[in-house]
């Protein structure tokens, strides 16, 4: 059957502070969702959290985009903001950039992942949510998953999967994108991929069948409102086995803590530590980090699941070296490469600081 997921999300209230998200927001979700089901615009839904976000997780047969679809996620979050304010929740609405609805979310603040499918004899996927971090920051899984033999055997020994996979990659601040095959054209995506700050994977495809097998969120908040919002909390899904890659091999590229943008303001580099649902609650200095992954098997649209992937004593090493690494960059404070450079730091309190000092600069004498 023809069908759609969309993975839809939004800060609209932090529970203490950034670290968590407060159940009367999840249960107004839910109270939203169910709604839309019994309305029959959805087919399933399942709603979540990954730190202070809002995740709504849903199923439907109106295709990517779709107004409807759109609106109830933005009404939802509306009425979320109403009690976050209610309840004097840490920044409230703050990814709401808009002050009504206008046709689509994409620019308006959350962040958007969907994904138009013909459902398979057995379609597994899985949905990853960060907090406390930016949209490039799915680059490196997204490729060891789809280009790198050494993370994913499939495509050495798998017949379908052989061919390699399709990427689309976004300019995130000139608003263009571009699309790479790999294995032929690697080490130009990586020339881009690998500046996460400005390129973001978008999507990847299957080159042996077309079939779409991950997209991403690749909004940016602080390119949207011009200021420092929050960061993006980036959300992403994948399909599983057959001509994509296994379960064990989407989940293999979090056993290493990748170090990211985000943390604390949203200016600072930290390890990417791999929790369960419940361990979203990121409180050292606003973090590390964290990313949450949800397992689900579609069946006629229908959400079996979800399973918590990083639920498993198996990332315990993962989250000793993540612990590790951001006791090891905490130690750096102000001071780069704890601090995000200079160029990224724009919609900080950094270009006031500099226009203060402009008239104490004298040029250097040979």
């Excluded at 959290?49 to 985009?65: A, F, P, R, S, V």
């Excluded at 499918?117 to 490039?136: C, H, L, Q, Y």
């Excluded at 997204?142 to 996979?165: E, Q, R, S, W």
Aim: hydrophobic share 40%; net charge negative; glycine share 8%.
């Amino acid at each position: 059957m023809k069908l759609t997921l969309s993975v839809i999300k939004a800060d609209i209230g932090g529970f203490v502070g950034h670290s968590d998200s407060h159940p009367e927001i999840l249960a107004s979700a839910n109270e939203s969702l169910n709604k839309a089901k019994s309305a029959g615009m959805l087919i399933d839904y399942y709603v979540t959290k990954c730190g202070d976000d809002l995740q709504l997780i849903m199923t439907h047969q109106m295709g990517e985009g779709n107004e409807k679809i759109h609106e109830m996620a933005w009404n939802t979050f509306v009425k979320g903001t109403e009690i976050a304010k209610k309840l004097k929740l840490y920044g409230a609405g703050q990814d709401l950039l808009s002050d009504a609805f206008s046709g689509n979310v994409k620019g308006m603040g959350p962040g958007v992942a969907e994904m138009e499918i013909n459902e398979r004899i057995s379609e597994p996927v899985i949905i990853f949510m960060a907090d406390k971090t930016s949209s490039g920051a799915w680059n490196l899984p997204l490729y060891k998953m789809f280009a790198d033999p050494f993370n994913t055997i499939g495509l050495v020994i798998a017949p379908n999967m052989h061919k390699g996979f399709k990427f689309e990659v976004h300019d995130v601040k000139e608003h263009k994108k571009v699309y790479f095959t790999s294995p032929e054209e690697i080490y130009d995506l990586l020339v881009l991929i690998g500046a996460p700050s400005r390129y973001c994977i978008k999507s990847v495809s299957s080159r042996d069948t077309g079939e779409i097998a991950a997209v991403s969120s690749t909004q940016k908040l602080s390119l949207i409102a011009g200021r420092y919002v929050g960061k993006d909390d980036p959300v992403f899904i994948v399909r599983c086995q057959g001509s994509f890659p296994a379960v064990g091999e989407v989940l293999e590229p979090f056993t290493h803590p990748a170090i990211v943008e985000g943390w604390m303001r949203g200016s600072h580099n930290g390890p990417l530590m791999p929790v369960s649902v419940a361990d979203s609650i990121p409180t050292r200095f606003d973090g590390p980090p964290r990313v949450t992954a949800l397992g689900f098997q579609l069946a006629e649209g229908m959400l079996v699941g979800p399973r918590d992937m990083f639920a498993d004593i198996s990332f315990d090493d993962a989250r000793k070296k993540a612990n590790w690494a951001a006791e090891y960059l905490r130690r750096h404070g102000p001071f780069e490469p704890h601090r995000l450079p200079l160029e990224e730091m724009e919609y900080t309190t950094m270009p006031q600081v500099m226009d203060k000092l402009k008239e104490r600069f004298t040029t250097l004498e040979d």
